[in-house]
């Protein structure tokens, strides 16, 4: 069974500070992950995703993310955030592109 | 172009009706997905369709749910004697292919509520 942890529920980060959000997967094979945001009224925009080859992933948005395998990870960073980053994010796990597990969701609040 | 469309967008209805959501996907996507999301947790997929065929329906929660895509494009999602359990935000995704490394596109969902 596959599955996916985001331990953090709400982050709060000013503007300007870095982000990291944390994803913790369970699979029993090379996943593909991938990290997805979504903002009020709006649908779920993929940020990146990872199937294989280099594990530090670039994705939109100037978002970056780092499959460790040894750590079953998958965090997101940013190095520096701006208002319009306050959303839910959502990290997924799955055996190919469709099947995906989500995890419940980090909503990230930009402080001035 | 346009996106994933979704309607209606708000749906309320009351236990035992029936219930139909339906999905516009992209053009020339043939590749089309269905999820549900209830409130404070993440998407939870339901059915995947190739063109006019359910290629996987193994999320599908039980036989009171249905989805179709007759002609490979336009989806419908049916409910039957629906339950206040199935109040959540019915999300559709289409991509171009369904292959590996394929993008997933997400409509703004249907939020239904049973009352």
């Known amino acids: 069974a596959q599955s996916v942890t985001q331990p953090d529920i709400h982050i709060t980060v000013s503007e300007g500070a870095s982000l990291e959000l944390r994803c913790n997967y369970s699979?029993?094979?090379?996943?593909?992950l991938f990290w997805y945001v979504q903002s009020p009224g709006q649908g779920l925009q993929l940020l990146l995703k990872?199937?294989?080859?280099?594990?530090l992933v670039q994705g939109i948005k100037g978002f970056e993310a780092e499959f460790k395998r040894s750590q079953s990870s998958f965090n997101l960073r940013k190095p520096s955030v701006h208002w319009s980053d306050a959303a839910e994010y959502f990290c997924?796990?799955?055996?190919?592109?469709?099947?995906?597990?989500f995890g419940a969701g980090t909503t990230v609040t930009v402080r001035a | 172009g346009a996106g994933v469309s979704q309607t209606p967008s708000n749906k309320v209805t009351e236990k035992g009706k029936y219930v139909e959501l339906r999905c516009d996907p992209i053009?020339?996507?043939?590749?089309l997905y269905w999820y549900r999301q209830s409130l404070g947790q993440g998407p939870e997929f339901l059915i995947y369709?190739?063109?006019?065929?359910?290629?996987?329906d193994s999320g599908l929660p039980n036989d009171r749910f249905f989805a179709v895509r007759p002609e490979g494009s336009v989806s419908t999602l049916k409910i039957q004697r629906t339950e206040r359990g199935d109040s959540a935000v019915y999300l559709c995704a289409s991509s171009l292919s369904g292959g590996r490394g394929d993008t997933q596109y997400f409509g703004p969902g249907t939020r239904l509520t049973v009352l």
């Open positions: 699979y029993g094979a090379t996943p593909y």
């Open positions: 053009s020339g996507h043939t590749a």
């Open positions: 369709f190739q063109g006019t065929g359910a290629a996987d």
């Open positions: 990872y199937f294989s080859g280099d594990t």
């Open positions: 997924a796990v799955g055996p190919n592109d469709y099947k995906l597990s």
